[in-house]
């Protein structure tokens, strides 16, 4: 956990455990806490700019690699400058590393299960990731989750810090609004193998899965998400503030959810490919935003949900579509 991640987790205001106590438990100094970071330089935040665009493109890039292509582009910027500013921005190259230590007791971590299976319905496998944002002054961190089988969008969230919070609330908006998958994967973040976050797929009897160390194609299609999303929306426009950010974010995200033709679906949307299949209530006398369809009365008393069948209709459904498929909150 970084040092921002471990500042994100303190809380000045709590009756029954001292800011002091915190701190020595985070092992971060007490100054810090109440004098909160500089932000970072104007050079800085061009220089992060361009790691993440090499990044996507060159995502097995190492801090040495990566200085050595900034030089090449007029930053001359030394290995331990370039390593502050990847665990800044979130970025880790990716490599098959050797198994040679064993991660703490207390972040446990969740072995990968979709190798081999095979993803033909949705609400079967969720996945979700974190990405940077780059902005005009400063920089903010996006969460999002996404149904596997379909591509769709189904929550997402904007954070100044690293901390879980923000990953918490979108994965309850979408368990909230969708139900809930029999598989979420996810990298090894910190985040994501908190007890925070672990715990809300546990108390809904989720099946956790988890990348391998170093492998981000292990999540292919939330990978393919960002690169899309910043090559068609964030690098073309320099969000002068997080409201900016926000709009723009999720104005296009609603592109991609309802516009945006998947070849792999028989050229559909996301949205079109979601409610085709999505046919389940979870015991409410209203359909969740999502559902295309409701259940049989008997289901529906039951309050049970079930999913549709795998193979969905040639031609969408025209009828009980909803207008979007995420919010901007």
Not at 46 to 72: K, V
Request: glycine share 6%.
């Amino acid at each position: 956990m970084s040092r921002a991640e471990r500042l994100a987790l303190i809380d000045r205001h709590d009756p029954a455990l001292p800011v002091t106590r915190q701190c020595g438990l985070m092992t971060v100094s007490r100054s810090s806490v109440y004098r909160p970071p500089a932000p970072a330089s104007d050079e800085d935040l061009a220089i992060m700019a361009l790691i993440d665009r090499q990044y996507l493109a060159r995502p097995y890039y190492g801090s040495r690699r990566m200085a050595a292509w900034l030089a090449t582009q007029g930053h001359r910027v030394n290995r331990k400058r370039v390593q502050r500013l990847m665990r800044l921005i979130g970025l880790v190259a990716v490599y098959q590393r050797p198994n040679t230590s064993k991660p703490a007791a207390a972040r446990k971590v969740y072995p990968y299960l979709l190798g081999g299976l095979s993803i033909d319905r949705v609400n079967q496998v969720w996945c979700s990731d974190i990405t940077y944002i780059p902005m005009a002054k400063g920089f903010v961190y996006l969460v999002a989750i996404m149904d596997w089988h379909s591509r769709a969008v189904l929550a997402w969230r904007l954070s100044n810090t690293l901390g879980a919070d923000f990953c918490v609330e979108a994965l309850e908006e979408a368990l909230a609004r969708f139900g809930r998958p029999e598989i979420f994967n996810t990298d090894q973040g910190s985040q994501f193998t908190s007890d925070d976050f672990t715990g809300v797929l546990s108390r809904h009897e989720v099946t956790i899965s988890m990348d391998g160390k170093g492998r981000c194609m292990d999540n292919v299609f939330i990978e393919r998400l960002w690169r899309s999303l910043k090559y068609e929306e964030v690098y073309l426009h320099a969000y002068g503030n997080v409201a900016a950010a926000k709009a723009g974010i999720g104005a296009w995200l609603v592109f991609y959810n309802e516009e945006r033709q998947h070849q792999s679906h028989g050229y559909r949307t996301p949205r079109q490919v979601y409610e085709a299949q999505c046919r389940w209530i979870c015991g409410r006398s209203a359909l969740p935003t999502g559902c295309a369809s409701p259940l049989p009365e008997p289901a529906r008393k039951a309050g049970k949900c079930s999913p549709s069948p795998t193979s969905p209709p040639a031609q969408p459904p025209t009828q009980g579509l909803i207008k979007r498929v995420l919010t901007v909150e």
